[in-house]
C-alpha cells in the first residue's frame, strides 16, 4: 500500500538518517536510523504496520545490517507501535518511566482512530531502560541518551550526537505542528528546552515535522509561554479550558497543524496552576471530547 505523502530518507552524516513522514501531524512521526558494518540503531518505529514496513524498506535501501537496537523516545504508540514489524528482534531501549507508562497505555490508539489501518501491531517493552543518562555506540558513533526531566511525557528521552551535533528530540520538540504537552509538562518542557539549547545542535530532528536547525526550540517556547498566559488569564476568571480555546485567535500559531491541541495544552497548563505534579496523569477522554468540540464535533483527522 503506498504512503502519501512519501516518506524521505535523509542522510544527515555519515551513517546517520532522518526518517521524515510528512505532513507531520496525528500518529504521522519521525524516526532516526543509525548504521553500523554490522548492525543499525533505530530512533523510533512509526505507528502501523504499513508505515513500518515503509521504513525497513528505506532502512534495506542503505544497508543489508538488521535493526538490533531500537530506541523509544516516549510512550506514545505511534513512535512505538511499528516495532513488532520493522525492529521485531531488537533490543528496546527507553527511559524507565516509559516502559512503565507504555505497558499501562496498552494499544489504544486505535480505540480513538479505529479506521487507520494499524495492522497486526504488538507491544514490544523495552528491555533496557535507564534513570537519567546512558550512552550507546553504534561502532565508533557516541549515542547519548538524555532524559530532560518531564516534558512532552514523564519519561522522554532524547537521542544526542554530539560528534555531528545532531539531535533526535521525540516530541518535546514539534516542527510546524502545534506542540501537544497534555501528558507531560509545560514548566518541565521550557527547562527542556532550556537543556537542549545548551548543547549547540546544528541539526534537530523533531517527533513531527521537517528536519530543522536549533530555531525549533524558539518557536516551541513561543507556543508554550502563549498557552501558560492564556491559561493564567482563564484560570483566574474561572473560565474552562475549551472556553479559553473558543475564545482565542491562534494568531501566529494558526499555521501549525492540528490547532485543536490547544484545548489540551490549557487542561495541562490549568492543572499545573492548580498545583498537581508535573506529568500528574490527567483524565484523558475528557480532554479529547473537549478536543473534539473545538474541531466541530469531529475526531482529530489522524493520516497514519
Given at each position: 500500500m503506498p504512503i502519501t505523502p512519501p516518506p524521505t530518507l535523509t542522510p544527515l552524516a555519515p551513517g546517520v538518517f532522518a526518517y521524515v513522514q510528512p505532513d507531520g501531524?496525528?500518529?504521522?512521526?519521525?524516526?532516526?536510523?543509525?548504521?553500523?558494518?554490522?548492525?543499525?540503531?533505530?530512533?523510533?518505529?512509526?505507528?502501523?504496520?504499513?508505515?513500518a514496513l515503509h521504513l525497513r524498506e528505506h532502512i534495506e535501501s542503505v544497508t543489508p545490517a538488521p535493526v538490533r537496537t531500537l530506541i523509544v523516545t516516549h510512550r506514545h504508540g505511534d513512535h512505538h507501535y511499528g516495532?513488532?514489524?520493522?525492529?521485531?528482534?531488537?533490543?528496546?531501549?527507553?527511559?524507565?518511566?516509559?516502559?512503565?507508562?507504555?505497558?499501562?497505555?496498552?494499544?489504544?490508539?486505535?480505540?480513538?482512530?479505529?479506521?487507520?489501518?494499524?495492522?497486526?501491531?504488538?507491544?514490544?517493552?523495552?528491555?533496557?531502560?535507564?534513570?537519567?543518562?546512558?550512552?550507546?555506540?553504534?561502532d565508533d558513533l557516541r549515542v547519548e541518551l538524555i532524559h530532560p526531566g518531564p516534558a512532552h511525557t514523564a519519561g522522554d528521552a532524547v537521542v544526542w550526537l554530539p560528534e555531528h551535533r545532531i539531535m533526535f528530540t521525540g516530541d518535546i520538540t514539534f516542527a510546524g505542528v502545534t506542540p501537544l504537552y497534555l501528558m507531560g509538562s509545560l514548566s518541565g518542557s521550557l527547562r527542556a528546552l532550556d537543556q537542549l539549547r545548551a548543547l549547540e545542535p546544528e541539526i534537530v530532528v523533531s517527533g513531527h515535522g521537517p528536519v530543522t536547525g536549533p530555531e525549533?526550540?524558539?518557536?516551541?517556547?513561543?507556543?508554550?509561554?502563549?498557552?501558560?498566559?492564556?491559561?493564567?488569564?482563564?484560570?483566574?476568571?474561572?473560565?474552562?479550558?475549551?472556553?479559553?480555546?473558543?475564545?482565542?485567535?491562534?494568531?501566529?500559531?494558526?499555521?501549525?497543524?492540528?490547532?485543536?491541541?490547544?484545548?489540551?495544552?490549557?487542561?495541562?497548563?490549568?492543572?499545573?496552576?492548580?498545583?498537581?505534579?508535573?506529568?500528574?496523569?490527567?483524565?484523558?477522554?475528557?480532554?479529547?471530547?473537549?478536543?473534539?468540540a473545538f474541531n466541530g464535533g469531529r475526531v482529530p483527522t489522524c493520516l497514519a
Open positions: 501531524g496525528w500518529c504521522v512521526s519521525n524516526a532516526g536510523v543509525l548504521v553500523g558494518r554490522d548492525n543499525v540503531a533505530l530512533v523510533d518505529a512509526t505507528a502501523t504496520v504499513p508505515r516495532a513488532c514489524a520493522v525492529a521485531p528482534d531488537a533490543t528496546v531501549v527507553a527511559h524507565e518511566r516509559t516502559r512503565e507508562l507504555l505497558l499501562a497505555d496498552g494499544l489504544n490508539l486505535p480505540g480513538i482512530w479505529p479506521d487507520v489501518t494499524w495492522g497486526d501491531v504488538a507491544l514490544r517493552p523495552p528491555s533496557v531502560t535507564f534513570a537519567d543518562r546512558l550512552t550507546l555506540w553504534v525549533v526550540f524558539d518557536a516551541n517556547e513561543a507556543y508554550l509561554r502563549w498557552v501558560q498566559e492564556l491559561a493564567a488569564e482563564g484560570h483566574a476568571a474561572g473560565r474552562p479550558p475549551l472556553e479559553v480555546a473558543h475564545a482565542t485567535d491562534l494568531g501566529q500559531f494558526k499555521s501549525l497543524l492540528d490547532s485543536e491541541r490547544l484545548v489540551a495544552n490549557l487542561h495541562r497548563a490549568y492543572a499545573e496552576l492548580d498545583g498537581q505534579p508535573e506529568a500528574a496523569e490527567l483524565a484523558v477522554l475528557p480532554v479529547l471530547g473537549d478536543m473534539v
